[in-house]
């Protein structure tokens, strides 16, 4: 188990006099007219529901990880990032409760498809693939295993969800939702991303199984957004545990997950409080990514 120290937990912010425009599953989010204040809680989801118990240190990890992926890839392509230690105007005055989860970025007009790269076979993937053969129209060869690394990445766009979960669609479709022209440039961007960050986590011992991109239009110009690569946007795997032929242990809410199997949870609101030794192995798991991909610790 992790050795430290407890932090303050965030679950939801409430600042005298300012009121988010929209609360995610996980982010608060206040509109500043060009710009946007993204917050990232320690409110956690599982099967779509958001649970009552907070995770210590999960807003901070999401936030501090994007910032390193955002600065060690903004080669490929600019982000939305503005600043992550400036708060404007009345927000300043809540800095103690803001700094190190929280980005100021510019306010995009985002693209209306999730932009998911996959590496291996997992998730609802595997279902596809068991069923037709194919992920999302593309055709994979026969025999593939469960978790099994693809021949090579693809790019797998799936429709925003407002309730529930996201839907897997071909790439047709995403050309028709956004144009040829621009489903070519994210699928092209995603798969380099993809590829840059996947390159980066393997010789330091984590698998980027796959992930999802999400990216904005700002005077034209493509704009990667919101989250870069963390536990809840990404399947990673300890690679010294890798075994194709089933799921694998993962760098996220596994814990979670595996709790509320157990307890036979409905999978309907209201969520289950977690017991504490399930809250701190979920941060335990959280923190361990950030510090095996940015090679320091969270502080």
């Known amino acids: 188990m992790s050795s430290a120290p407890a932090m303050k937990v965030l679950r939801e912010t409430q ?11 996980v982010r608060d989010i206040y509109d500043l007219g060009d710009k946007l204040l993204i917050v990232a809680t320690d409110r956690l989801s599982a099967f779509d529901v958001i649970l009552p118990t907070p995770i210590p240190d999960k807003g901070r990890v999401l936030t501090q ?35 190190g989860r929280s980005m100021l970025v510019q306010k995009t007009k985002p693209l209306p498809i999730e932009c998911v790269v996959r590496g291996y076979v997992s998730g609802s993937a595997w279902k596809d693939y068991r069923t037709t053969g194919a992920i999302c129209g593309i055709a994979l060869p026969n025999g593939l295993l469960e978790s099994g690394r693809l021949p090579e990445s693809i790019f797998t766009p799936a429709t925003k ?24 440039k994210v699928r092209a961007v995603s ?10 986590a393997e010789p330091r011992g984590i698998i980027v199984a796959d992930t999802k991109f999400e990216f904005g239009l700002l005077n034209d110009q493509l704009i990667w957004i919101d989250e870069a ?27 979670v997950r595996d709790y509320l199997e157990r307890m036979r ?11 504490p030794e399930v809250v701190e192995a979920t941060r335990d798991k959280y923190r361990e990514a950030y510090r095996i991909l940015t090679s320091r610790e969270l502080t």
């Open 229 to 255: 690569l963390t536990p809840d946007s990404s399947r990673f795997w300890p690679a010294a545990h890798y075994a194709p032929g089933g799921p694998q242990a993962s760098f996220d809410k596994q814990f």
């Open 161 to 184: 969800a407002m309730s529930g979960h996201d839907e897997n669609i071909s790439f047709g479709q995403a050309e028709k939702m956004i144009g040829k022209e621009l489903a070519g």
């Open 191 to 200: 798969l380099e991303l993809y590829g840059r960050a996947a390159a980066h």
């Open 65 to 99: 990880l994007s910032l390193f992926w955002f600065d060690l890839l903004k080669d490929v392509i600019p982000n939305h990032l503005i600043s992550a230690t400036e708060f404007p105007g009345p927000f300043d005055k809540f800095r103690d409760e803001l700094e």
């Open 265 to 275: 949870w409905p999978k309907t609101p209201p969520g289950p409080e977690l017991p």
């Open 15 to 25: 600042f005298a006099g300012l009121s988010p425009s929209a609360r995610g599953k």
